[in-house]
């Protein structure tokens, strides 16, 4: 009883600490208006380019550049000239330089950009701690059926975390990595996508495949790497995908997504799609340098793609207080030309708005769009990892309990009167039931034979390819006992 006593003590106090934090000890405002957050685009008023026929622009090296660009797929908004903020046709050439690009006021004062400014961008929300509205936010309305799909989804990525986790703690499978904490993340950015939009994820994000109507046993088959696994056993537990559902493969090389999403929104672009890409990336991926080509080429290419970062604070046991200096990710949007908003990402409701409005703007305006939403990883980074060797017990039960994101869209959805404990009681036991079926069935399913393992690369296997399958065989007739009984050779 006092050890109960102390720790809901310190978990009050981290609280109360937290509170005057903010996220991960800075402070952050809570913003409930996304329309504001989104950098204006009136700056970008169209202008023909001053001088296109001068024969000095013309014989530098980026007119060769700017001849390419005809043969791209044109955006709908076409080119945006910055200049346009300080424009005036006027006499005030000798205050300017004309530069590809734009002009550029020139000053005599020595001004260093700021590495920061004062106040941190804000973080957009519509749900309350409590799970109140905020009176006079900004926000996309989201229907009963919608809401208690999107909770009933939530609940049952809890029961699917749990349990393959206790399936792997078992041995019966090899590895797992829940999304504890970060439910709302993967289902609310789901639901305001259509399933025409195409999704590139990073690995903590199988809430938008349940969404789309993957099902417990098409989870089991691929975690538990047997014959009806799309993947046919060959990647580790959780690298689902699945080309009905616009899904493409998990790939645990982190931020390699990102390029290959811009040019997948690029190829949406051309063949006119009403469509685009969502890419999703984790605070650490964002240290990549496939980060940076991703978003320039979107940006450059006009190429209609979201880029959802999820800031859970850590990348493994790495803070971000270690991996980067900036505020945040949502900054780094604007260095890349790319609009930007940060979110509360434990606020269902706030990214169901703000991936609603980006998705707009990404397919009407042609253009990338960058969310990133301030979350906590509250689970340990996978199977293989211990957070509590690095971090706080308190800094996690804060986040576990305080500020968790199931609790507050349930309140919401409750005050609604859309769901009652009934419905709770019976949605749970009805998922673990059907969960704990389906891992039955896949673990007694067989597993894909050992040809498999060299096929579907290349049409013809490659001389070393061939090489590795004959020594394999011969390992295995030299070591029968150690080689799986229920995979055949
Ligand atoms: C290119 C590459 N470098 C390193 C790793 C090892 N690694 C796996 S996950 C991870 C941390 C990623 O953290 P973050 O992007 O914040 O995602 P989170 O796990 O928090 O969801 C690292 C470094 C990797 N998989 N790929
Ligand atoms: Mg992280």
Redesign the pocket.
Known sequence: MAILWRRSRNIANRIRKCMNKGFMGCAVVNQSCWSSTFQSSSLSNLRPVPYQNSRYLRSLPWSRAALFSVLRSKSTVAEKQLDSFFSSDSDDDHRSLDFPGGKVTYTSEMNFITESSRMRVPCYRVLDDNGELIMGGDFQQVGKDVAVKMYSDMVTLQIMDNIFYEAQRQGRISFYLTSTGEEAISIASAAALTEQDIILP???EPGVLLWRGFTLQEFANQCFGNNADYGKGRQMPIHYGSKKHNFITIS?????QLPQAAGIAYSLKMDNKKACVVSY?????TS?GDFHAGLNFAAVMEAPVIFFC?N?G???STNISEQFRSDGIVVKGRAYGIRSIRVDGNDALAIYSAVSAAREMAINEQRAILIEALTY?VGH?STSDDSTKYRELDEIDYWKMARNPVNRFRKWVQNNGWWSEQQETEVRNSIRKQLLQAIQVAEKTEKPPLTELFSDVYDHPTSNLQEQEKQLRETISRHPKDYPSDVSV
């Not at 645990?252 to 390699?256: C, F, G, Y």
């Not at 990336?281 to 991926?285: A, N, Q, S, V």
């Open positions: 990073q690995y903590r645990s090389p982190i931020a390699t990336i984790g605070d650490g991926g990549e999820r859970n850590w990348a493994i990883r980074h």
